[in-house]
T-cell receptor
Framework: DAGVIQSPRHEVTEMGQEVTLRCKPI?????LFWYRQTMMRGLELLIY????????DSGMPEDRFSAKMPNASFSTLKIQPSEPRDSAVYFC??????????FGQGTRLTVV | AQKVTQAQTEISVVEKEDVTLDCVYE???????LFWYKQPPSGELVFLIR??????QNEISGRYSWNFQKSTSSFNFTITASQVVDSAVYFC???????????????FGTGTRLKVLA
């Protein structure tokens, strides 16, 4: 079975540009999560969806961040405009109800 | 507030040595769940174990074992006869009960980087 698939694996962009990160969850999973990993703050939950509906976005740092899940097999995390402090590894994860999360390999974002 | 502390930032051992990774947690919930994940150099987080607060039995899976002690709020992870392939960052995580949300929302520790030298 394919795991959680994220693209791109690496992204370098200039400050002020729009960045879109993509995620394909494991088929059949009804929860999808976006996490961010930084040296300063570690791994933190940004937002999660249940059956394509955003449930908790309290971890989204600013209005510059937005996430969508138009269908059960695809989600995006968008940053507009990007800033250097957004540089991090962004993970997408998915799970079944009452079950552990499976993580993708992450997207390493560098904003210069 | 919930919190997970992994005081060991980095540990280096020689292959075949046993190594224990410490995890101390804080929560006011009576029902909670603890997890360990492995992050190898390839980057993804790999699930290792889930334990609920009512099950204090230690668990062994091959060379891996976990010691859960509610009295000291600890959930330590031991690798026996370590191998180079065990080199990774290991994260301990805490979640309250899925309850009405139906899912775990992890509070991660800062991770312990394990280096196993040949």
């Amino acid at each position: 079975d394919a795991g959680v698939i994220q693209s791109p694996r690496h992204e370098v962009t200039e400050m002020g540009q729009e960045v879109t990160l993509r995620c394909k969850p494991i088929s059949g999973h009804d929860y999808l999560f976006w996490y961010r990993q930084t040296m300063m703050r570690g791994l933190e939950l940004l937002i999660y969806f249940n059956n394509n509906v955003p449930i908790d976005d309290s971890g989204m740092p600013e209005d510059r961040f937005s996430a969508k899940m138009p269908n059960a097999s695809f989600s995006t995390l968008k940053i507009q405009p990007s800033e250097p402090r957004d540089s991090a590894v962004y993970f997408c994860a998915s799970s079944l109800a009452d079950s552990e999360a499976f993580f993708g390999q992450g997207t390493r974002l560098t904003v210069v | 507030a919930q919190k997970v502390t992994q005081a060991q930032t980095e540990i280096s051992v020689v292959e075949k040595e046993d190594v224990t990774l410490d995890c101390v947690y804080e929560t006011r919930d009576t029902t909670y769940y603890l997890f360990w994940y492995k992050q190898p150099p390839s980057g993804e987080l790999v699930f290792l174990i889930r334990r609920n607060s009512f099950d204090e039995q230690n668990e062994i899976s091959g060379r891996y074992s976990w010691n859960f002690q509610k009295s000291t709020s600890s959930f330590n992870f031991t690798i026996t006869a370590s191998q180079v392939v065990d080199s990774a960052v290991y994260f301990c995580a805490l979640s309250d009960s899925p309850g009405t949300s139906g899912t775990y929302k992890y509070i991660f520790g800062t991770g312990t980087r394990l280096k196993v030298l040949a």
